[in-house]
Structures are given as C-alpha cells and as structure tokens.
C-alpha cells in the first residue's frame, strides 16, 4: 500500500471525525497545547528579548540561555518532568515553551537592536515619552522580525506537541503513538500528515497576521 | 531669546564635549554653529533640547532656566530636525507630519489639515500624503522632516546638519526653501553644519567652533570673512574667503556701461556711435534687448544688421543688475571671453554691461565705504533674494 493510500484511507473513514479520538477534536487539542505553550513562551522571552534589545545590553548572556535552551532535547525533558511531576499539563509545557523562547528571544533581541536609531532620536527629541518611543516608533518597525520569531517558535511547537501523547495526554500524537501501538499505519500516517498540514497552517497564519499588523511602509521599505 | 551661559559637557571618560561655552541666540533669525567634528556643536544644539545634560552651566529660554519645565513640554515647543530626516517608516507623510500635533492632543482631523498645510508650505506635493518616507527621494524626506518640526508651530527649530546627506544640487535647493520659510514664519533657528559654506548662505549669526568645544568667533557671516578673530577661523574660512565676502556686497553701485550695446537692426551710423565709446567688444541684442553674443567693432562697421549672428562670441552667463552681488557679476566677467559682464533687467533684456576693472573698482569703493561704516549688520532680504 503506497502513502497516499493510507492518507485517503484515513480521512475517507467517518469514523475518524467524530467523538472523543475524532479529527476535529484532536485537531482542537493539538492546537490549544501548542497556542498554551506558545503564549507562555511569548510571555516570557518577548519582554525580555525586547528590553535586552532596547537597551543594547545583555546580548551574550541571552545568547547563552538562548543555546543552552536549544540544546534541551524535548522528549527527554519531557520524560524528566514526567517522572518528576506525573501525569498533567505542566510536564508537557515545559519541554515545549523551553523549545519556543529562543527563536522568540533571539529575533525580538535582534528586532530591537536592528531598529534604526535615528527616528527614535527624532521621536525623543520631539517630546515622546519612552513607552510612546516603544510602542509607537521601535514596536512597529520591528515586528516583521518579531514575528518571524514567533513563527519558527509555532512551527516547532506545533510539530513537537505530538510528544504530549506518550504521556497520555490528547493531540494529532495520539493517532501516531497508537497507530503504532496497535501497527495500524493508516493512522500513523493519517496522523502525521495532520501535524504537517497544522505546521503550515501556522506558516499561512503568520504571513496573514503580517499583512494585517504590520505597515506597508515597513513592509515596502525592506 | 535662548542664552548659553557657560555650559561645560564633560563625560565621565574625561573628554570633554563643550567647554565653558557662552552664548545669546538672537530671536526671529537663523544663528549657525558651525565646525570640525568633534567640536561639540552637535552636543551644544542637543542640550538645547535636553537630549544632552549640561554637565556645569545653564540654559535660559526666554529668560527662564530650561530645566524649569518639564523635559517634554520643553522638546514640544521646539521643532527638531536631524540628518536623514529620522522619518517614521511605518507612518505615512501625513501622519509623519501630524506627530506633535497630535502629542498635544489635537484630533486626528485638524492634525492631518494642519500637515497638509505644511507640505504645501515647504515645497511637497500634497499628492504624497498617502506614501510612506520609503517611496520618497531624499530631498523629499527631508523636507518631510522639516514640515514635522514645523507642525506645531514652535517658536524654536534645532536642525542637526539636516541637508548633509542629501547631494548638492538638492541642498542648495533645501537650504533656499528654508531661508524663504524663514522669511515667512520669522523662527529662532539653531541650525548645525560642518559645512562653512553652508553656514554662510544661510546664517543671520556664525559661531565658529574648535576642537575642544570651544567658541572661537560668534559673528554675522560677512563680519566672520572680513575679520576672523585667529588662525583658526581663518583656516577653516578657506583660502577665497575675500571672494566668497563679495557675496554680501549688492551690485547696485556699478557704473554700467550702455554705449558699447547695439541692437541687432543698428546700421553703420549708430555702430560706429557705439565703437566709440571705446569698448574693445559690442554687444548686441535682439529687438526685446536680450543678448545676443558679443562683436567685434570692425567686423560690424558696416552696421550690426550684418553680422551673422552664429559669428558671435557667446556672453556666457549675464547677472542680475542690483538683484545679485558684486561675486556674481565678478564671476560673469571672469567668464566672459571679452572680460565683461553683461547686466540684465528682471525681463531679461540688457541693462549695461560693465568691465573687469569697473567691476574690481566696486569692490575697492565697497570695501572701504564698509570700514567707515564698521561691520555691516547682515541683510535677510538680499541674502534670500540671491537663494531664490
């Protein structure tokens, strides 16, 4: 049986999209995991990255964090914290919000830096109080990058919260974990060609929150 | 009126930025700190604006110390306008424009009414509101940057060597828009430049700094060609800085000459008149009176009707009479190849045309009526006409 079979085969099937192990609701799962973890990150490595970057200082400690935090292996931080926390959502998040801060603290760090200091300059010496500097000079300018960060963080996330599943917890990784639990490959392959069409939904769902939030004259002018 | 008293900027390394510097900024005109790098001008202007804190020293606007307002309020009643213009990319020209406007809590209406007043103002095509400072030429942005420092209608400007970056042609063109806003709205400009030149054309008052930042001579630009107070100003003047002097002399006073002027339709009688006025060259000119090039007196002894005008030697470029300077005229006769300038009118026909020597007794006469007079006080009105 070719790939293609198994896939046709997988979404052909009414069973696959109803109930609790159904498409949609696994869809939904995988989802609110990654966007939780995604946000958590966010929370964390955007102040950071953006106050480091405004301020020029602190760049090689956050390059250090940032390396160090690549080099965590998701799925033995995963069992770590399984072991150490037991069945729950926390142990899931950590592996994935320590996969999403350092592409997202990296860029932000690196947006602000890279914002041309002679508007802000211009908006100081015109009256602009900092957080007016921040939000409406540097922020604006800065987002393409900013965003692109949070992109390359989504992608990896969404394709890494399959892992979730090998702690008994839901998502698109249930369909691959028990697929190959019970050899049925039709659902592993179902399964992960679900997780690949999330990954590029989040590329699409980027580039449309950039057409949308950041300026033609910043988009135009790069 | 703003008053430098004995502002010191020392950091904390040791070197030190502006030394014990003293100065009064005259109302209503445009007064230029000019000099090397690193002579502290940039750092004298920013403190204007608390960019930069004085390290000893005070400031007084209008008599009341600077730091008496909050910073704020402070750089919101003073225009800044800086290299590169420092336009916001994501904001378009309109919205660029109407920034402190809308600071000051005007709605968002009137504020973009008011910048598109003000492109019109400072020479933009109201067509460009929409576009973002990426589609824009430099020129263009710049000039954006000045209608922003404008919008709210500060009685101060500070310009940070705003035309530096764009080329010459553009600059000089910037620098004339500005002095004929100047003439309009009657700002107290503090403006930057390293550029001598720059500040000659464009200043009411010239502080020439020195390394160091110290003051080395605060005079109007003819008083700083005619006397620099050292070696330094001196240098850093150039080497033709007695021509360059000759741009503040009006060409008023030259004794122009008619007789050696024919139009093209005089016969031999009335060339003959002209020849005698001893002349080495005619010139002639169409029926309007325009010049048509210049003759020699015996090819045309048998009336100007004659001469072939592609036989002409060409006048080159004729002056203003009255409305350009002595340096101009000067200049029209160095390049004209029989040695004399040709004068027009403001329709363009000939007015006279007067010789080399003519021309070097003018300065002669103006030099010495000026050392009776003492330092002559700088003209606004001829300084923007000669820019336009």
């Known amino acids: ?222 | 009126m703003i008053q430098i008293e004995s502002v010191t900027k020392r950091y904390p390394d040791g070197t030190t930025a502006v030394d014990d510097l003293s100065l009064d900024i005259p109302d209503g005109s445009i007064t230029v700190l000019v000099g090397p790098s690193g002579c502290g001008k940039t750092t004298t202007l920013r403190m204007v604006n608390r960019m930069v804190e004085p390290t000893s020293g005070r400031i007084l606007l209008d008599g009341s110390d600077i730091t008496e307002q909050p910073v704020n309020a402070l750089r919101r009643s003073m225009g800044y306008v800086i290299q590169n213009a420092g336009l916001f990319q994501h904001r378009t020209i309109v919205d660029n424009i109407a920034t402190v406007p809308r600071m000051l809590g005007w709605d968002r209406r009137k504020a973009r009414e008011r910048a598109r007043e003000l492109m019109g103002r400072v020479g933009l095509d109201e067509a460009l509101a929409k576009r973002y400072p990426y589609q824009l030429s430099g020129g263009q942005q710049q000039r954006v940057g000045v209608a922003r420092a404008l919008a709210a209608d500060p009685p101060v400007l500070l310009m940070d060597e705003p035309f530096s970056a764009v080329d010459p042609i553009v600059r000089k063109s910037l620098q004339a828009e500005l002095l004929r806003i100047q003439q309009e709205l009657g700002k107290t400009i503090v403006f930057v430049t390293h550029d001598i030149d720059e500040a000659i054309r464009i200043g009411d008052m010239i502080a020439v700094m020195r390394t160091g930042g110290r003051l080395a001579q605060f005079a109007p630009p003819q008083e700083l060609l005619s006397s620099p107070a050292d070696e330094f100003v001196e240098d850093f003047l150039g080497t033709d800085r007695g021509i360059r002097r000759l741009s503040f002399f009006t060409s008023d006073g030259l004794a122009l000459e008619r007789g050696p002027v024919v139009a093209v339709d005089a016969g031999a009688e009335q060339v003959a008149r002209a020849t005698a006025a001893g002349a080495p060259y005619l010139l002639l000119t169409d029926a309007d009176g325009k010049p048509l090039g210049w003759v020699a007196p015996q090819d045309a002894a048998g009336g100007a009707d004659k001469v072939a005008v592609g036989s002409l030697l060409p006048y080159g470029r004729p002056f203003a009479a009255g409305r350009e300077s002595l340096r101009d005229a000067l200049d029209c006769a160095v390049l004209s190849p029989t040695g004399w300038a040709v004068a027009v009118d403001e329709q363009g026909a000939v007015a006279g045309v007067v010789s080399q020597e003519a021309i070097g007794a003018a300065i002669r006469s103006a030099h010495a009526g000026q050392r009776e007079d003492g330092p002559a006080v700088p003209v606004r009105t001829t300084k923007a006409e000669v820019a336009t």
């Open chain 1, 1 to 222: 049986m070719s790939i293609f079979q198994f896939i046709s085969d997988f979404f052909r099937d009414s069973a696959h999209w109803h109930g609790q192990d159904g498409i949609p609701h696994r869809v939904l799962e995988h989802l609110g995991y990654s966007f939780m973890a995604l946000g958590i990150a966010a929370g964390l490595a955007l102040p950071v990255g953006l106050v480091t970057g405004h301020t020029g200082r602190g760049g090689n400690a956050l390059a250090l964090i940032a390396t160090a935090a690549r080099a965590l292996p998701s799925y033995g931080l995963l069992v770590l914290m399984f072991f150490w926390l037991g069945i729950g959502l926390t142990p899931v998040m950590i592996p994935l919000v320590a996969l999403a801060v350092p592409p997202i603290l990296l860029t932000s760090y690196e947006a602000m830096r890279t914002v041309d200091p002679a508007p802000v300059d211009a908006a100081r010496g015109m009256g602009m109080g900092p957080a007016a500097v921040l939000f409406q000079v540097e922020l604006p300018v800065a987002l393409p990058l900013i965003l692109s960060g949070l992109r390359s963080a989504a992608i990896q996330v969404v394709s890494t919260t399959a892992i979730a599943a090998t702690v008994s917890l839901g998502g698109l990784g249930r369909f691959v974990i028990d697929g190959l639990y019970q050899r049925n490959y039709e659902t592993v392959v179902g399964g992960a060609t679900l997780i690949a069409g999330l990954a590029l939904a989040m590329i699409a769902l980027f580039w449309l929150v950039g057409r949308v939030a950041v300026s033609p004259g910043v988009r135009g002018g790069r």
